[in-house]
């Protein structure tokens, strides 16, 4: 077995639309009858996912039925677990953007991505199918990285997106500190009215602030939990932003339809935890 876990920052060219690059590959041996799945939380973000070996499934909550991904998608934000199901030899290279960059580079609505994915050569057509060539045919997975920075150099060149707007960075602000901020205060940031930034954080982002936040806030717990282990659920509770320990259950059972204890030992089973590695 073998598994590649890179995360790294963008070139700084790019980091005004990307937070970060992920490149996660696992190959298993026929031998293992069973391949692991990939419970996949929500969080706060959309990107852009190139697979360029084996795909994978994708199972919306635990509802049975199996979407096959194609070699590139554009995925929107998330506000239910999904269960990913690898090929044997899996890799993802997932550009994750930053709030609201999606939308300007696209001119698609993020409410429209929001709990879904599209083949992103419906929406970039034969470029995108050349760069899903080459990276098919590299030797290492270091070469991808050029392969898909020219191709964002050259989407940004080509679209000419839309100007980054002040909503944008009180996403990122939201992002970066999970907490209780009143909607009028953030409003006030984006020299918005709350009207009008509830309706543009919807457009830039795909869920309302509230969800938003709530989002970050129980990724903060589950990176959390799997970080520290022995840290009893109380605790993380209290410690990522949530008013009590019931108050973290909801948001368990409204994303994940699970209680903590039930999704941990889902996610218990993600493949990264083969090779000894968890996220956190």
């Known amino acids: 077995m073998d598994a590649i876990f890179d995360y790294r920052s963008p070139s700084p060219g ?116 050349r760069v899903n060539e080459r990276l098919s045919y590299t030797s290492h997975y270091t ?9 964002l150099f050259y989407l940004i060149n080509r679209t000419k997106p839309r100007l980054e707007q002040p909503i944008d960075k009180v996403g990122l602000f939201m992002l970066q500190n999970p907490g209780t901020v009143s909607l009028e205060w953030l409003a006030d940031q984006a020299c918005l009215s709350t009207r009008q930034f509830y309706q543009n954080f919807i457009q830039r982002t795909g869920v309302s602030p509230k969800l938003y936040n709530r989002i970050i806030r129980f990724d903060k717990a589950m990176k959390m939990s799997n970080a520290q282990p022995r840290k009893d659920w109380l605790s993380i509770a209290v410690e990522s932003g949530y008013y009590d320990y019931q108050h973290m259950v909801r948001d368990f059972k409204e994303f994940t339809k699970l209680t903590p204890n039930e999704f941990s030992q889902h996610e218990n089973h993600a493949p990264e935890r083969i090779f000894g590695r968890k996220e956190g």
Do not use: H
């Open 14 to 129: 790019l980091r005004c639309y990307v937070r970060q690059l992920q490149i996660v590959g696992c190959s298993f041996p026929e031998s293992m009858a069973v391949l692991p799945v990939k419970s996949y939380w929500p969080r706060g973000e959309d990107s852009l996912a190139f697979y360029p070996k084996d795909t994978e499934e994708i199972e919306y909550g635990f509802d049975g039925k199996l979407l096959g991904k194609p070699c590139s998608t554009l995925n929107g934000q998330y506000t239910i677990v999904t269960n990913r199901y690898v090929g044997r030899n899996f890799m993802v290279f997932q550009v994750q953007f930053q709030p609201g960059a999606l939308f300007r580079l696209t001119g698609i609505p993020a409410c429209e991505l929001t709990n879904s994915f599209l083949d992103a050569e419906a929406v970039f057509g034969s470029e995108i199918r």
């Open 143 to 151: 070469e991808m990285i050029p392969i898909v920075e020219n191709f």
